[in-house]
């Protein structure tokens, strides 16, 4: 027997090149497939992960406090953490290498405020040799321990839980105003064009999620809790924008004063709009600087046009991007200005995978081959900075556009679990967000490529703006 594999060159998370190899298919070479491609993601984080710390000066790693970041020192140490528990610990029983510094790397132990107090952590050389002792230990149990399914599902999570942690590393940098991080390339050519208005998804039954019991639930089948069990679902016909709303749509949104109209927003966002934020760190002050929100947080106007600071840099606003950092309250508010809607859940993973019973099932929006740069903003490249007309080649079946990376997209869903949910390995990774978090799909330019899939559920607060978050809307 004999099966076309896929063996990534080691370019990105998930890798950005395929090349195809026919290969005799054995049990044994079919675990020696999964090993190396366990090492190349657990490589490619450990190096990603490195960069983002070593590639800031000492005296930036203090990042100043901020409610939706994390210092990086913390984020390393808890990453290395989280292997030892959900590798070590359930695997082989092994305790922690510093049990005195359980509580500190746990998120669930130690107050958020805490883990900028420099006193109860070692230094960056004390991290980092933490960090690269666990993942020595890790990369060696992977080579010479038999793969077990459970064994490949822990190293899985434990790698994806990490890539996590990468994302908000990166919006890190972009919430405190510091440089952007290494690889980033803001400047593509924008090939093609996004075709104007609506897809329109015709009526019938759609798949969603991930099976809920599967005996490849370590490999093809792997999903997070809230992703499962998968379901049948019986959608009405509806129209999905095929682009995501730019900068110049929503800049028009502004200018005709729709921060300024009470009933465009709901009970929730106006009191959002109501609120000063403290803006001191988008403006790179020391002294707070309280505001009330009239447009999205990281634009200004200056010099007679509206500018916006990306990373530690203030340029002229790029029309033809998509509107990024906005909070589901303005996405909802603009949806009124412009007499539409927002998706959905089930009606953006619809409009982005069109799963339906008894067909191939695609896991991202042109199918199941690896994510690359042709066809997704990913893994901290072009960084929300392409137009919305960009990565054609990424278009799922009814025609929409960036509907995996750029950036993670609103919709109308409160997060909450699927019918027959059962707590995953990792009891915290869904329950504290159920009921008053908002659904959002598709990842963004700063996701890994080996984290995201089209069934992937993200939950953020609806007053975030500080993750790369954004939105498209359908016709009412």
């Not at 290969?23 to 490619?44: M, P």
């Not at 000492?58 to 100043?64: I, K, N, R, S």
């Not at 340029?315 to 909802?332: F, R």
């Not at 950036?407 to 027959?420: A, I, K």
Request: proline share 8%.
């Amino acid at each position: 027997m004999s099966d076309a594999l896929i063996i990534p060159d080691l370019l990105c998370c998930s890798g950005i090149a395929e090349r195809r190899v026919m290969v005799s298919v054995t049990t044994i070479e079919r675990i020696d497939q999964a090993k190396a491609e366990l090492l190349q993601q657990l490589n490619w984080t450990r190096k990603r992960t490195e960069y983002l710390v070593g590639s800031l000066p000492p005296e930036l790693l203090d990042v100043p406090y901020h409610p939706g970041v994390n210092p990086p020192l913390w984020e390393m140490g808890h990453a290395a953490f989280f292997y030892e528990v959900f590798v070590f610990n359930l695997l082989d029983g092994t305790p922690s290498h510093d049990p005195a510094m359980d509580d500190l790397w746990d998120s669930f132990h130690i107050e958020h405020r805490d883990r900028w107090n420099r006193e109860l952590f070692p230094g960056h050389q004390k991290t980092l040799e933490y960090f690269n002792l666990i993942y020595d230990r890790v990369a060696d149990r992977i080579r010479t321990e038999p793969l077990t399914d459970q064994a490949r599902y822990l190293y899985r999570y434990a790698i994806y839980h990490q890539n996590m942690h990468i994302e908000s590393m990166i919006w890190c940098r972009q919430t405190v105003g510091y440089p952007a991080p290494p690889g980033t390339d803001f400047y593509r050519p924008a090939p093609g064009v996004c075709q104007e208005g609506d897809a329109v998804i015709p009526a019938g039954e759609w798949l969603i999620g991930m099976p809920g019991a599967s005996e490849h639930y370590a490999g093809e089948d792997f999903g997070f809790d809230n992703e499962k069990p998968g379901f049948t679902v019986t959608l009405a016909p509806f129209a999905i924008s095929r682009c995501l709303v730019s900068n110049r749509q929503f800049m028009a949104f502004v200018e005709d004063g729709g921060y300024r109209k009470p009933d465009l927003w709901s009970f929730g966002g106006q009191k959002w709009l109501q609120t000063e934020t403290d803006v001191a760190l988008v403006h790179g002050i020391e002294a707070p600087l309280f505001r009330a929100p009239r447009h999205p947080i990281y634009w200004r106007w200056h010099g007679d046009q509206w500018q916006e600071r990306v990373f530690d840099s203030w340029q002229s606003l790029n029309p033809d991007a998509p509107v990024t950092h906005v909070t589901y309250w303005e996405a909802e508010a603009y949806c009124r200005w412009a007499g539409r809607r927002l998706p959905t859940e089930l009606e953006w993973e619809v409009a982005a995978l069109g799963n339906r019973p008894g067909e191939p099932f695609r896991r991202f929006p042109w199918g199941n081959s690896t994510p690359d740069e042709q066809r997704a903003d990913l893994d901290g490249r072009a960084m929300a900075q392409s137009p919305v007309s960009d990565f054609p080649d990424g278009d799922s079946p009814f025609g929409c556009r960036q509907m995996t990376g750029t950036v993670w997209e609103w919709t109308s869903s409160q997060f909450l679990p699927y019918d027959g949910f059962k707590v995953d390995v990792y009891p915290f990774m869904s329950t504290l967000q159920f009921g008053d978090h908002k659904v959002t799909r598709g990842g963004s330019c700063a996701t890994s490529s080996c984290l995201i899939r089209g069934t992937y559920r993200q939950a953020y607060l609806p007053l975030r703006n500080d993750a790369y978050t954004g939105f498209r809307t359908c016709a009412l």
